[in-house]
């Protein structure tokens, strides 16, 4: 596993190029990478950025005159972003945008994810795992068998192995062992599995609803999701965002064990990078501003019966220092973790922000926690911090334009860029990524000053993912030095005055 996770690393770190961490310099310039994410080279890289061009043209272009079609594939399954060559899911498009009456088509050329389409006569048997796709002319006979596992972290041998497998067949339609239709629906379906690594946040929005949300969009609602490991709490967990992508009922593939047959059926997700939404290889071009609309319609109903409950408990006094409150003073939320990777002086914390001029919230979801109340407490926020780790997903709670400050400990400058900082970007956020020093980590304390865990993090995880949990991940808490995390404050505070005040200002007109 985790050779596949190096390799998907190296070819992440080469796609997205050198990234910008906050530094002291003018008080806006925390706001680094914000429009691009990118920072210009030094000049003596150049020559060596033409030599790599050339060579990887060169790997591109050759098998195009000397490959066949077959192993071309391959290379398109790694696909390049907006800048590169082509991506992922433009070579989806291409290959299975026009799916014939009566066949099935399979695109297995990207590194994340398998999908096949199916159109005709589709029906399903749960008992045996398998979607049949019955053909007019023929017998018995079958002209087709795929088997495909419908989650989306393909590169990842290990947690695919623990998916569900299917079998899609397509064979004549007076086989002797036709099925007869339960249940006629007259819409297509999405097969995708809640199984994996479902129960983490992060997964459960970048390799699930985001996915979900691309893979069904086209749809505009009039699809039918069938699941394959299928879990209640993840259906109330998300009660709020599901009805906005589909207007039926929820299938449990193995515990309905009847027969229900689609004129179409898509078996798997697409998924495009991390968090995010490419906007091109999207109908209408939705991007992931349009997915944060959504969960902001998904959620403001449930938030204004929350706001209507404390303000049955408030005297009108209460209400009005509330709100000269929220129009006086910028709000900053806390994002606290429970275990590892905690700030040790969150109190000092909360104290210097409120005394910079913020009205804080600390902020401690649980597995618990109504999605809702996280979303309400986030999208009111003009400033939001929190410590590298999965509740970091919860960014996309957050409005546009609003920023976004992660601590980023020893060990984890990749992931924390990759997974959050550059998909925060995309959102519109103002990022900044606090990179602490090894004196505010805890790890200072139970290593020699020249340790490697210390000094070069990064040669201690290319020892193995083991070791960057064990050390980096799990046993490891942040004591900011605020005195130097106060600039970093103290910037995000003049730049949520300014937007506030351009806020009120453009309501008054």
Not at 16 to 36: A, I, N, Q, R, Y
Not at 83 to 106: K, L, R
Not at 131 to 144: A, P
Request: with cysteine; charged share 25%; proline share 4%.
């Amino acid at each position: 596993m985790f050779k596949k996770m190096v390799q998907y690393h190296r070819y992440q770190q080469w796609m997205k190029g050198d990234v910008c961490l906050d530094e002291e310099s003018h008080p806006f310039d925390g706001f680094v990478c914000e429009k691009t994410g990118y920072c210009k080279r030094a000049r003596l890289k150049l020559l060596f950025l033409v030599l790599l061009c050339f060579i990887s043209f060169s790997f591109i272009l050759v098998p195009l005159f000397f490959t066949s079609a077959p192993t071309l594939s391959l290379l398109y399954s790694f696909g390049f972003d907006d800048e590169g060559v082509v991506s992922t899911s433009d070579v989806y498009a291409s290959v299975c945008s026009s799916v014939s009456n009566g066949s099935i088509c399979c695109d297995r050329s990207s590194i994340r994810s398998d999908i096949c389409v199916m159109k005709g006569d589709v029906r399903t048997n749960s008992a045996n795992s398998t979607i049949t796709l019955y053909r007019n002319n023929g017998n018995d006979e079958i002209f087709q068998h795929e088997k495909i596992r419908p989650y989306t972290r393909k590169w990842e041998k290990s947690v695919m192995d623990t998916i569900d497998e299917l079998d899609l067949v397509s064979r004549g339609e007076n086989s002797g062992i036709h099925q007869k239709c339960d249940v006629k629906h007259d819409v297509p379906a999405v097969f995708f599995s809640t199984g994996g690594y479902t129960g983490n946040l992060y997964h459960e929005f970048n390799d699930g609803i985001l996915p979900l949300y691309i893979t069904s969009q086209q749809f505009n609602k009039k699809v039918v999701f069938v699941i394959l490991e299928y879990h209640y709490w993840w259906i109330s967990k998300y009660e709020n965002i599901l009805p906005h992508l589909t207007e039926y009922p929820i299938i449990d593939f193995r515990g309905d064990k009847r027969t229900h047959c689609f004129p179409e059926a898509i078996v798997g997700l697409k998924i495009h990078d991390e968090l995010t939404i490419n906007a091109s290889s999207m109908g209408r071009n939705k991007t992931i501003r349009d997915f944060r609309d959504m969960l902001d319609e998904a959620y403001s109903p449930r938030i204004r019966s929350l706001i209507q409950e404390e303000e049955l408990d408030m005297n009108r006094s209460a209400l009005s220092e509330k709100w000269n409150l929220k129009m006086k003073k910028p709000k900053v939320v806390i994002i606290a973790r429970n275990d590892s990777r905690a700030i040790l002086n969150e109190d000092s914390l909360v104290k210097m922000a409120e005394n910079i001029g913020f009205q804080v919230e600390v902020l401690r979801p649980q597995r618990t926690t109504e999605l809702a109340k996280i979303y309400r407490s986030l999208n009111s926020s003009d400033v939001t911090i929190g410590v590298h780790g999965a509740a970091m997903t919860h960014f996309l709670f957050m409005r546009p334009d609003s920023a976004f400050i992660q601590i980023i400990p020893l060990g984890t400058d990749w992931a924390a860029d990759t997974y959050y900082g550059q998909p925060a970007v995309k959102l519109g956020l103002k990022y900044i990524g606090y990179k602490i020093l090894p004196q505010e980590s805890s790890l200072y304390n139970e290593y020699k000053k020249s340790d490697p865990v210390l000094m070069d993090p990064d040669s201690v995880n290319n020892r193995g993912w083991e070791f960057t949990k064990k050390i980096y991940l799990d046993r490891q808490n942040v004591r900011l030095n605020l005195r130097r995390f106060h600039k970093r404050l103290l910037r995000a505070y003049y730049y949520a005055i300014a937007k506030k005040n351009g806020r009120l200002h453009h309501q008054k007109q």
